[in-house]
């Protein structure tokens, strides 16, 4: 089995921030992503606010996710 993860929507390879929000915001235990845009429309709010709660995350310290 590869460790490459790819989104599950459109296929493209996913970076850690993919992974992460996705843990973060869909559930803790899962085994197949989505990348931001896929993720941003299954969430029915786009990018950009994804996006901006990855920076709030990662600069806040708050979760280890985005350490």
Same mark, same amino acid.
């Given at each position: 089995? =590869?460790?490459?993860?790819? %989104? @599950? $929507?459109? =296929? &493209?390879?996913?970076? $850690? *921030? *993919? &992974? $992460?929000?996705?843990? !973060? #915001? &869909?559930?803790? @235990?899962?085994?197949? /992503?989505? %990348?931001? *845009?896929? #993720?941003? &429309? !299954?969430?029915? %709010?786009?990018?950009?606010?994804? *996006?901006? #709660?990855?920076?709030y995350?990662?600069?806040?310290?708050? %979760?280890?996710? /985005?350490?």
């Amino acid at each position: 089995m =590869s460790s490459k993860r790819i %989104c @599950t $929507a459109c =296929s &493209v390879p996913l970076i $850690a *921030d *993919d &992974v $992460a929000i996705y843990l !973060k #915001l &869909v559930s803790r @235990t899962a085994q197949q /992503f989505l %990348c931001i *845009d896929c #993720l941003g &429309v !299954k969430l029915n %709010c786009g990018r950009e606010p994804i *996006d901006k #709660l990855i920076q709030y995350y990662r600069e806040s310290g708050k %979760c280890s996710l /985005f350490r």
